[in-house]
Structure formats: structure tokens, C-alpha cells
């Protein structure tokens, strides 16, 4: 199993492009999560998936957009890049169940600047 | 709002010391508790989870936090550090019944060889 995979590892963007960050597991998850990490805050939510069909905002979605394609894949979108979102993007997934404890697996992350 | 508190940001020892960093959750019912730890380069992975039953759970590589209900606190411990365990390390939680997992700020340990 490959767990959780992101692609790309790296990228730099110029203020008011567009990109994808793509994010698939193999673990037959329900519920999927992009965070993005900045030095002293910690891990913040921008969007989850509870469940194959729906999305939801977490803490931080403004300038994003996902996609939950299928079970296996959840999609980020910045639509037009800003420097205030140059950080480092994890995708994590989790069977989000009781018995499971919700623990989350993460990602490799992306780091992208945007100049 | 729910939130997590870590109390220190950065933690500077030498091997062998004593570890003990502190997390304080939010009131909100009844909960999951983590510590997750990112190594240099690397992506989060779990060190250790409350779930139910003993308060004092075992992680890997000899860590060990304690729930404490009465002070929402779940504190991380190692007797004796080494210099492996220089990383990033998160507290975290999740409401039961909610699918969204807050985490602290972080801490970053560094140990001195």
C-alpha cells in the first residue's frame, strides 16, 4: 500500500495563476482533509470530505476550492494564487469512525510559493 | 471554539533528559486525543492515541502521554531523550461524533547530541 500520495512535491507559482494539488489513498477511506502548515500555527483545516460526494469548509478555505472525485482522490484548487498562500499543503485521510479512533494518515505534502 | 493549546514552542535538551511537553484541549464532551510527531522532511505520522480506557497510553519509540480529564490535558512524555527524536510534535483532537481533528501549534524539540 502506498497510503497517501500528493502530487506535486514542489511547485512555484506567480501571483494570480491557477493550480491543482492532487491527493489520492489507497486505504478505502471515507474521509479525506486538506491542511496547510505554517511555521507557528500549527496544522489548519482549509477543506474536508466526510464522506465519497460531500465537502465542507474547515478553518481556512477562502481561495480554495476541492474536489472529491471518488473515494480514492480529493483535488485542491487555488484558482488565482496569492502570496499568502505560499505554504506547505498535506492531505491526510481517515476512516473517521469510532472504532477506528479517527486517526488521520497523512500525506507527504506540497510545498508551494507563490512570488 | 474548540481549540488545543501547546505550551511551549521550542524545547531545547540534552540526550538523556526528561521530556514533557504540555497540551490542553477545549471543552467540548467527550474525545479522541493524539500526538503526532514530523521528523525533519518528513510528513506527520501518529506517536501515540487516547481512545478510551487507560489514561496513560504508550507510544512508539518509548513515549507516553496521560489523559487528564479534570484539566483537559493530555501531556507527552519521555524519560531520556536522544537525539533522534529532534522533530516537530502536535497535539490533537477530535470531538466525538465530529469528523474534523484540531491540532496545537506545535512544538519543535531539539535535542543536543
Known amino acids: 500500500n502506498a497510503g497517501v500520495t500528493q502530487t506535486p512535491k514542489f511547485q512555484v507559482l506567480k501571483t494570480g495563476q491557477s493550480m491543482t494539488l492532487q491527493c489520492a489513498q489507497d486505504?478505502?477511506?471515507?474521509?479525506m482533509y486538506w491542511y496547510r502548515q505554517d511555521p507557528g500555527m500549527g496544522l489548519r483545516l482549509i477543506y474536508y470530505?466526510?464522506?465519497?460526494?460531500?465537502?465542507d469548509k474547515g478553518e481556512v478555505p477562502n481561495g480554495y476550492n476541492v474536489s472529491r472525485l471518488n473515494k480514492r482522490e480529493f483535488s485542491l484548487r487555488l484558482e488565482s494564487a496569492a502570496p499568502s498562500q505560499t505554504s506547505v499543503y498535506f492531505c491526510?485521510?481517515?476512516?473517521?469512525?469510532?472504532?477506528?479512533?479517527?486517526?488521520?494518515?497523512f500525506g507527504p505534502g506540497t510545498r508551494l510559493t507563490v512570488t | 471554539a474548540q481549540s488545543v493549546s501547546q505550551h511551549n514552542h521550542h524545547v531545547i535538551l540534552s540526550e538523556a533528559a526528561s521530556l514533557e511537553l504540555g497540551c490542553n484541549y477545549s471543552?467540548?464532551?467527550?474525545?479522541?486525543l493524539f500526538w503526532y510527531v514530523q521528523y525533519p522532511g518528513q510528513h506527520l505520522q501518529l506517536l501515540l492515541k487516547?481512545?478510551?480506557?487507560?489514561?496513560l497510553v504508550k507510544g512508539i519509540k518509548g513515549f507516553e502521554a496521560e489523559f487528564i480529564k479534570s484539566k483537559f490535558s493530555f501531556n507527552l512524555r519521555k524519560p531520556s531523550v536522544q537525539w533522534s527524536d529532534t522533530a516537530e510534535y502536535f497535539c490533537?483532537?477530535?470531538?466525538?461524533?465530529?469528523?474534523?481533528?484540531?491540532f496545537g501549534a506545535g512544538t519543535r524539540l531539539f535535542v543536543k547530541a
Open positions: 491526510a485521510s481517515s476512516e473517521a469512525r469510532r472504532t477506528s479512533s479517527y486517526e488521520q494518515y
Open positions: 471543552y467540548g464532551g467527550t474525545v479522541n
Open positions: 487516547y481512545f478510551s480506557g487507560d489514561p
Open positions: 486505504m478505502n477511506h471515507n474521509s
Open positions: 490533537a483532537v477530535i470531538y466525538t461524533g465530529g469528523f474534523k481533528t484540531i
Open positions: 470530505s466526510a464522506s465519497e460526494g460531500t465537502t
